[in-house]
């Protein structure tokens, strides 16, 4: 496709319930980010990928919050047993090449934990 | 590890100019600028790996010191169109951690 593209758009949930977020990045970009925005906030860094390599997890807020990526593409954020604190916009983006480059960001999916 | 950015936000007059900061503590590996409109994604602007090194984006451009302890976007002749909120980017020294600065929310009014 022509641009990051991310799935749903809007997910709305109760609390305690697992979700899971997709992001299709743009053909042959090797790095992946994933990030959180809070109305009206900043963008809170989560996760990077880079081609197959392993991701440092460190950045997730907590251990019900995991991400994988399949074949160096697409990539699943699932958070697990969702909270209210939760609910945010999360942001998907891809770059090319070198790690840390111009990233080009997806729409996002707006997540409500009700 | 996050920058700082100043101001927190600013409200400019069309045609006006404007200079957002973005410092860090430690010296930055790269810096990167993205506009970020309401509701929306954000967009890249520009990049600067070298301290020294200054960038042009139409009529935005940027510099990095040399210490890469900070960078500057400059707005200049400010136009409708670059309202939003503007971040640095940076990496950590680790080179897996990508974060972004505190924002600076800019308003440019007629």
């Known amino acids: 496709g022509a641009g990051v593209s991310q799935s749903p758009s809007n997910k709305v949930t109760e609390k305690g319930k697992d979700v899971e977020l997709r992001c299709d990045p743009i053909s042959g970009h090797t790095a992946l980010y994933w990030y959180r925005q809070s109305l009206g906030q900043g963008l809170e860094f989560l996760i990077y990928?880079?081609?197959?390599?392993?991701?440092?997890k460190s950045g997730l807020p907590s251990d019900r919050f995991s991400a994988e990526r399949t074949g160096g593409s697409v990539s699943t954020l699932t958070i697990q047993r969702t909270q209210q604190e939760d609910s945010a916009v999360y942001l998907c983006?891809?770059?090319?090449?070198?790690?840390?480059?111009?990233?080009?960001f997806g729409p996002g999916t707006r997540l409500t934990v009700t | 590890q996050q920058p700082v950015q100043s101001p927190q936000a600013v409200i400019l007059r069309e045609g006006e100019d404007a200079v957002i900061n973005c410092s860090s503590s430690?010296?930055?590996?790269?810096v990167h600028w993205y506009r970020q409109k309401h509701g929306e994604a954000p967009v890249f602007l520009m990049i600067?790996?070298?301290?020294?090194e200054q960038m042009r984006h139409e009529k935005i451009s940027a510099s990095f010191n040399e210490k890469k302890q900070q960078s500057s976007l400059y707005l200049t002749a400010s136009q409708l169109s670059y309202s939003g909120t503007y971040f640095c980017?940076?990496?950590?020294?680790?080179?897996?951690?990508?974060?972004f600065g505190t924002g600076t929310s800019l308003t440019v009014i007629p």
């Open positions: 430690k010296a930055l590996y790269s």
């Open positions: 983006a891809s770059s090319p090449g070198l790690a840390g480059g111009n990233k080009y």
């Open positions: 990928f880079q081609g197959n390599s392993a991701p440092d």
């Open positions: 980017g940076t990496a950590s020294n680790t080179g897996n951690q990508f974060y």
């Open positions: 600067l790996l070298k301290g020294g």
